[in-house]
């Protein structure tokens, strides 16, 4: 894709409006250093540094979409604690409309705590509900998601699902149907354990063992080239059956990914990863930029091709963090 192309797509982003919603979680992040074996246990001792926090799980691709210069509504439910006022401190951080956040005494806001020591993460620890939000949540949700449709502001909802107890099929099916009546994009990065097969999606963007978990088949080993690995091309065709997306754009790590259109035509972009340090988030910034620009009128192709630049500089950092613009722009300069 030239530069000029380029500029044309991103040029619009400011102007898109994306309903998110999903499971909003809070990243922690312990950084310390560690130069010797606990006398209780065979474990590391860490000397503690520093400690970060910012948005993660669903809220991490809302932080994305701003940081890409787009406009985001976010939709979720979190507890009613001190993680959660700081959940909407960032979200407020960052610009982002937090009017259907929702609070419920009944649950803890997710918090996933990372220890990390020479960049390398140690051990994770998460606290969090996954017990089903209330009816009632996922109800005031949905309408506020259709005021949003009806009232022209928004271009395109994004369902983000970690499988953590907001969406259920009944609740995706009710919003496809909200996008269908407003002829807006959805799109979904799905989880495998909880398979939320709706027909018609704009895009769905699972990765290799997502894509075989949803498809209910054995993840077995890649093969090269890509589209002489029989095995993903079952598992794409099935998924195309079953979910009938637009686009299907599987991501294989290394191997880059596959763009598998509804028209029949696939496309396998190599990554454009340098170096990996972490894939954390990865996903989120992929589905980001990809709804991004086709809302920008974007081909299929050339928003696999965008998203790939900006999954390739978010795994070259440590941390859960987003892609910026003039870093997606500055990575098409060697092309």
Not at 21 to 31: A, C, E, P, S
Not at 196 to 223: C, D, H, W
């Amino acid at each position: 894709m030239n530069k000029s192309r380029l500029t044309e797509i991103i040029s619009t982003f400011k102007t898109k409006n994306i309903a998110v919603i999903g499971d909003l979680m809070l990243d922690v992040y312990v950084w310390g250093d560690t130069s010797r074996i606990s006398p209780e246990a065979p474990v590391p001792v860490v000397q503690i540094n520093k400690k970060t926090q910012c948005l993660g799980g669903a809220s991490n691709v809302m932080r994305n979409i701003v940081t890409l210069s787009g406009n985001v509504y976010a939709c979720g439910v979190i507890g009613d604690d001190e993680n959660a006022k700081k959940v909407r401190s960032l979200l407020a951080e960052y610009n982002i409309n937090a009017d259907s956040v929702y609070s419920s005494s009944d649950r803890v806001t997710i918090e996933k705590q990372r220890v990390m020591s020479s960049g390398q993460q140690l051990l994770r620890i998460d606290y969090e509900t996954t017990n089903e939000v209330s009816k009632y949540y996922r109800d005031k949700i949905i309408d506020d998601i259709a005021q949003l449709a009806k009232n022209k502001k928004i271009d395109a909802i994004l369902i983000e699902d970690y499988a953590k107890g907001l969406l259920d099929i009944a609740t995706v099916e009710k919003i496809n149907n909200i996008a269908k009546e407003y002829n807006l994009f959805i799109t979904l990065d799905p989880h495998p354990g909880h398979p939320l097969k709706t027909k018609n999606l704009t895009l769905i963007t699972p990765n290799r063992m997502e894509a075989f978990g949803l498809a209910g088949v054995y993840n077995s080993e890649p093969k090269t080239p890509v589209l002489d690995d029989s095995a993903l091309i079952a598992v794409s065709e099935k998924l195309a059956e079953e979910w009938a997306p637009q686009y299907l754009l599987i991501t294989l790590g290394s191997q880059g990914m596959a763009l598998f259109e509804k028209n029949g035509n696939v496309k396998v972009i190599p990554t454009r990863a340098r170096e990996v340090f972490d894939v954390s988030g990865a996903g989120d910034t992929v589905i980001s930029a990809f709804t991004l620009a086709l809302l920008g009128g974007a081909t299929g192709v050339e928003a696999a091709i965008i998203a790939n630049h900006a999954a390739g500089i978010v795994v070259g950092k440590v941390g859960t963090v987003s892609v910026m613009l003039n870093e997606l722009i500055r990575s098409f300069d060697d092309e």
